[in-house]
């Protein structure tokens, strides 16, 4: 993507939203090679090639096997003994057609090195790794390492000498409303106590809007010094002309420069670890050794450890105790973990791939863009959980034939559990709901794991919605062609696709209480477990209480851009998902729309109102008015207040005032209504207010009205430049909408019909306008972009672009491919444990997550209370009530009331 290449809007809206335009634009000028097609590989191609890099090299010279098919999921069968890079690329290409992608069969070496920013080894050794990592870091080559084996993850970074940090996690800029600023050395700056400021010492603001003092607002950042939650201090304000008030203070971020190591010397510093699992201590620096350990027994055996070779097992310990030598930092090692990497390192799982692969596809993106704070250095990660925890004993009880390849797409994860547990996962039914981002990466998980693809399994998936253009950024399994058709049909044939013994059946209900005659009692008790892939709480409650009421584990998971959270409900042994808290935060007071917005959110959500009063529930309620002739006596009956605004709306929409007393029959008189609108939104009522209250007007204490959150109005004089015209333009296509009369674009006809003032007639049905934020051409974000600028200028409020204004209006959920590839993983290994009914808390993981900042907390589900709702016990049928009751006595800690049970009987 060059500088002056637009970016595509459609496309990467919701990615937008978490890394902004000047990110993407560097991402796009760069060029990355990933070495290793296996199922590690091609989930970090599959996630960067998303992200709109300019160009991606796959590197493999291995073929493909049958275990490279149980992680691998953009390899076939009819792949076998192929070349694994050859056969991903298509597939890889087909993600993202504004991303080269291409492939490269050879061995690497340094010289091909320098025409990339970012190289990415999976599959390497540690000789590889060490002389690729020396020489990108002394020719400033971003490089990165991943690594996979069994249940044990391994990342590295080295981003060279001096890598610039522009925004260390991308959070919105802090902002403050100002009360006043003193004259003084330090100046003194006090906030509004509506909340507190959020600035820490050493943070720099810049100044907008403020009164009197009015040299701060040209002036540069200032660093600052926090005196309290509403107070901070500033440089030498005494020689301004006099004392501050009002205005906002914004932080502004500054780049940092972050020195990294090149990997021959990280190898040996045990600082540079990051610890994800808290309940694990020490696990980092065990694993830390043990991977070393394992490149070097592969060196010398030409193979990976076996399973049942004790021998083997006893020489690759020996191998790290040999690394350990003289090493104090490392003074203890944990033989019982890295005895269970050396047992699973042959294994390939789906689910670990997709969490490193996302994580690794995060420092990409970093180390191309400048954009969150990068990893320093290591990062280690296991799920050695999953493993029964008898595994030893349960080893001893089976043979080497158990793990052992037999030429199944599921050897890759055989050779971790077993083929026993091969057989359980697929004979097993899941109820999937929800096939958008996560749902799809899950979907690809389940098709890889062979969830449901035995005899008697099944996988159902349930999806409201249809495919749009914004959704193919980060929904891998859909492509342009299938813009339109329904998501949880296209996503079933995608993963049939990948593994055609995938039993599926795609839904396309909404779970809400009408759907429950779907979603019956014999439907959740012919099931094994629930996934949630939802994105809003209600509806994560909703089948929380129906996976309560039938006693079924659920799979939970969510994300918020770069952040993401997963959860597991197990019955009687952890806490449901529970009640939603009511958001109150985030409500706007009325009086603060109507008459004192002072932020951009206040203007857009005024606008959205705006919107949906006058062209969807006005027209929904004069079609009820001509279609049923009880409507009026009904609305009547809803009180005084609510009956004047609706009926009154319904009036004025059949016998619009603005339109010469008729409702509009022609273009001309959509642009007057328009342009009467903007007078009265814009001048009119403003001018009533500051009738009612002067910009000089004072309370009864003597202060200023017009202070802290209370902006004076301007009210404004309509010209035809923008964006006044762009208002006219979106209201009167919007108004014509609304009676079926043709709108137009052409500015210059607009401008010559709002001279005119033409006459109408009246009287059939009207179109109501569902509002639709991702449609350029329907003119809903261009009136709510309009109308809350203009309405933001009439309150000196800093006014919002298109982008930025779609996603306030609509509510729009930031979102990034790496965030969802990672949560889905995490979901998958705890399904693993679910599937072996593991019955401790402590083997499941709750976990929450910011990949921007790589920061990473996996702790323990809390544990239900002595009685919860998951603890049910019918009475036997034909009990009589009195035997009910002690039926309820003895199962319960509470007592029936005899008395009150005697009056309902009564």
């Known amino acids: 993507m060059s500088e002056h290449e637009e970016i595509d809007e459609g496309f990467y809206s919701r990615q937008l939203y978490v890394l902004g335009r000047e990110a993407m634009q560097r991402m796009g000028e760069a060029n990355i090679l990933i070495a290793g097609m296996r199922g590690l590989g091609v989930e970090v191609a599959h996630n960067v090639i998303l992200s709109g890099v300019k160009s991606v090299t796959v590197q493999d010279e291995g073929q493909v096997l049958w275990e490279h098919l149980s992680s691998q999921f953009f390899l076939r069968e009819a792949d076998l003994g192929q070349n694994r890079a050859e056969c991903s690329l298509p597939r890889l290409a087909s993600l993202n057609p504004r991303v080269q992608v291409s492939a490269h069969t050879g061995p690497l070496h340094e010289d091909m090195l320098m025409q990339y920013q970012v190289v990415v080894l999976t599959d390497s050794t540690l000789e590889e790794q060490k002389r690729l990592g020396n020489h990108c870091h002394s020719h400033g080559i971003r490089f990165i390492v991943v690594d996979t084996r069994g249940l044990c993850g391994q990342l590295f970074c080295d981003f060279g000498e001096e890598f610039i940090v522009l925004d260390r996690d991308g959070e919105t800029p802090m902002t403050a409303m100002i009360n006043y600023i003193t004259k003084g050395n330090p100046g003194l700056v006090s906030c509004l106590d509506e909340e507190n400021h959020g600035f820490q010492d050493g943070h720099k603001v810049s100044f907008s809007e403020v009164r009197g003092m009015a040299e701060l607002n040209t002036m540069g950042p200032q660093e600052i010094k926090v005196i309290s939650g509403h107070s901070f201090s500033i440089g030498d304000t005494s020689g301004f002309t006099e004392t501050g008030h009002g205005g906002v203070a914004t932080e502004v971020k500054q780049p940092s420069t972050i020195t990294f190591k090149p ?483 052409d500015r210059a006809a607009i401008r010559v019909t709002l001279r005119d003032t033409p006459g109408l007639t009246w009287c059939s049905l009207i179109v109501c306008s569902l509002y639709e934020q991702d449609d350029d051409s329907n003119f809903h974000m261009d009136y709510i972009t309009a109308a809350s600028n203009l309405r933001a200028e009439n309150y000196d409020i800093t006014t919002a672009d298109r982008l930025q204004s779609k996603r306030i209006a609509g509510r729009i959920i930031p979102a990034i491919a790496t965030t969802t590839a990672a949560v889905a993983g995490l979901m998958c290994l705890e399904l693993y444990k679910l599937v072996q009914g593991h019955r401790e808390v402590s083997s499941y993981r709750a976990s929450f997550l910011n990949l921007a900042v790589d920061y990473f907390v996996l702790s323990y589900p809390s544990s239900p209370a002595s009685f919860t709702v998951s603890q049910r016990s019918p009475p036997p049928d034909h009990l009589s009530i009195s035997q009910t009751v002690h039926h309820c006595d003895d199962k319960s800690p509470f007592r029936v009331s005899r008395r009150r049970l005697a009056r309902r009987v009564s």
């Open 263 to 745: 990997l021959e010397e990280a190898l040996m510093d045990p600082e540079l670890l990051v610890m994800t699992d808290y309940g694990k201590k020490a696990r980092h620096q065990t694993l830390h050794l043990a991977f070393q350990g394992l490149h070097m027994f592969v060196q010398k055996e030409h193979r990976l450890p076996k399973r049942f070779y004790f021998c083997g097992l006893c020489n690759f310990i020996l191998s790290i105790h040999e690394q350990i030598g003289g090493k104090a930092f490392f003074s203890t090692l944990d033989e019982d973990v890295v005895l269970l990497l050396a047992r699973t390192a042959r294994g390939d799982l789906a689910p670990l791939n997709a969490f490193m692969g996302g994580v690794a596809a995060q420092e990409v993106l970093k180390a191309c863009s400048g954009k969150f704070k990068p990893l320093i250095q290591w990062l280690y990660f296991d799920a050695l959980e999953c493993l029964p925890k008898d595994v030893d004993n349960k080893d001893e009880q089976l043979s080497d034939s158990t793990f052992s390849p037999d030429g199944s797409r599921y050897d890759g994860q055989i050779a971790v559990f077993g083929s026993k547990f091969q057989e359980r996962l697929g004979k097993l039914k899941y109820f999937l709901v929800g096939a958008g981002a996560i749902g799809c990466e899950l979907l690809k998980n389940f098709a890889l794991m062979g969830l449901g693809a035995g005899e008697g399994g099944h996988i159902t998936v349930t999806d409201m919605d249809s495919i749009e253009r914004s959704n193919l950024n980060r929904q891998f399994l859909f492509r342009s062609k299938d813009i339109g058709k329904m998501k949880s049909s296209v996503a079933a044939e995608a993963v049939r696709e990948m593994n055609p013994s995938v039993n599926i059946t795609a839904h396309q209900n909404r779970l809400d209480p009408e759907s429950e005659r779907v979603y019956d009692r014999s439907f959740f008790r012919g099931l094994d477990g629930v996934v949630a892939a939802l994105d809003n709480v209600e509806a994560r409650v909703h089948l929380d209480k129906l996976c309560v009421l039938h006693q079924r584990p659920m799979l939970e998971g969510g994300t918020l851009g770069t952040k993401g959270h997963t959860l597991v409900v197990v019955p009687h042994l952890t806490e449901s998902y529970g009640q939603p808290k009511a958001d109150t935060e985030g409500a706007i007071p009325l009086c603060t729309l109507k008459n004192f917005p002072h932020r951009i959110e206040h203007t857009l959500q005024w606008a959205r109102d705006q919107f949906e009063g006058w062209f969807k529930h006005v027209p929904e309620n004069v079609n009820l008015f001509l279609r049923d002739p009880g409507f009026v006596e009904r609305t009547l009956g809803r009180g005084e207040a609510e009956a004047l605004e609706v009926l009154g709306g319904v009036f004025g929409a059949l016998r619009d005032g603005g339109a010469q007393g008729h409702r509009p029959t022609c273009w001309e008189d959509c642009v007057h209504w328009a342009r009467c609108r903007w007078e009265s939104l814009f001048s009119h009522e403003l001018r009533q207010l500051l009738h009612c209250f002067p910009a000089d007007q004072l309370t009864t204490s003597g202060l200023p009205f017009w202070s802290g959150t209370k902006r004076c109005p301007r009210p404004l004089t309509f010209d035809q430049k923008e964006p006044h015209m762009q208002y006219i333009v979106a209201a009167a296509n919007l108004y014509a909408h609304i009676y079926g009369i043709a709108g137009t674009r």
